[in-house]
């Protein structure tokens, strides 16, 4: 029987009977996820073919630990070009000059508007149409040219087409973090003196970073397991060596196994380190909603 609870009133009198709720739903969900969870680890402990000495084997090899540093070095690199580029692009879409509006409104429409996949073939094949990249006078002498494909190499390309595509979203979210502070703050700033450049750089990028660190903790995150896409150009990356050693061997999901696994590592540091990222950034406004709800509970 269901247990009930009856409650006197000021007047003496009882309430009506309190019901507890019954959720049988969350238990038949549960059940259900639990018959998932022990079919799963069941597949996983009695199927022969995952080759599960593989992957154990393959977890810490050479060519693998060498293609995750390239996975590294290429997320680092891609959102470098991806928050310097996208943070000019966001000022020039707040400044007052048309052209610069213009040019950055632009950019974004097109990086934003083509596959990333076909921008990196892009930079990859540009040399085929492009066999000389020059640096002189326009209809007059060069001073230096080098061969497109000695300049943009696999790497390059790969930054290329990972970092122009990155500062196309970056521009978005600088420009709304901006966007979000007084423009009290500038005019403020200007009173004080301030050029243009230091106000950003010394009072409204500050403010604004609050808006946008977690979705820029959020691009890298993204940018990390999109680096796989430059498999298609044969950069050795982590994605790309696995099925370098599978191409060879055959135990392909093994591999993909490897790879899935340093990607959840990689992914999950990165996510702590976020959110240790968040609190610190939001601390300030955490402080004065505290004190707030203090003042309005204590009455000081």
């Known amino acids: 029987m269901t247990a009930q609870t009856v409650l006197p009133t000021e007047s003496g009198h009882a309430e009506e009977p309190i019901v507890r709720l019954r959720h049988r739903g969350r238990w038949v969900a549960g059940a259900v996820l639990l018959v998932l969870a022990a079919m799963f ?29 390239v996975t590294l070095e290429l997320t680092a690199a891609a959102m470098l070009v991806g928050v310097v580029l996208g943070t000019v692009l966001a000022m020039m879409r707040l400044s007052d000059n048309p052209m610069l509006r213009g040019v950055a ?23 085929t149409v492009l066999p000389q990249i020059s640096l002189g006078i326009p209809f007059g002498p060069e001073f230096f040219s080098i061969s497109t494909n000695t300049l943009i190499t696999q790497f390059a390309a790969a930054i ?9 979203y970056m521009a978005e979210i600088v420009r709304a973090g901006i966007g979000s502070v007084d423009k009290g703050q500038t005019e403020a700033a200007q009173a004080l003196s301030m050029s243009p450049w230091l106000a950003y750089r010394r009072v409204v990028l500050p403010q604004a970073a609050r808006l946008i660190v977690p979705p820029t903790a959020n691009e890298v995150i993204s940018m990390l ?9 044969g950069l050795p990356e982590l994605t790309t060596t696995a099925q370098l050693i599978y191409g060879r061997n055959f135990q392909q999901i093994p591999l993909l196994i490897v790879a899935s696994i340093w ?38």
């Open 41 to 69: 680890v069941n597949f996983l402990a009695t199927s022969p073919k995952l080759r599960l000495d593989l992957v154990v084997g393959y977890l810490f090899e050479r060519s693998i630990l060498q293609g995750l540093l």
């Open 263 to 300: 990607y959840l590592v990689l992914t999950t540091i990165l996510t702590f380190i976020q959110s240790r990222i968040e609190r610190r950034t939001s601390r300030g406004v955490l402080g004065a909603t505290r004190r707030r709800t203090r003042f309005a509970i204590g009455g000081r």
């Open 160 to 168: 290329l087409g990972l970092g122009l595509n990155e500062a196309a």
């Open 225 to 233: 397991k999109l680096t796989s896409l430059a498999l298609v150009i």
């Open 105 to 127: 409104t632009g950019y974004v429409a097109v990086f934003r508007g083509t596959p990333i996949l076909v921008q990196l073939l892009f930079w990859f094949f540009l040399g």
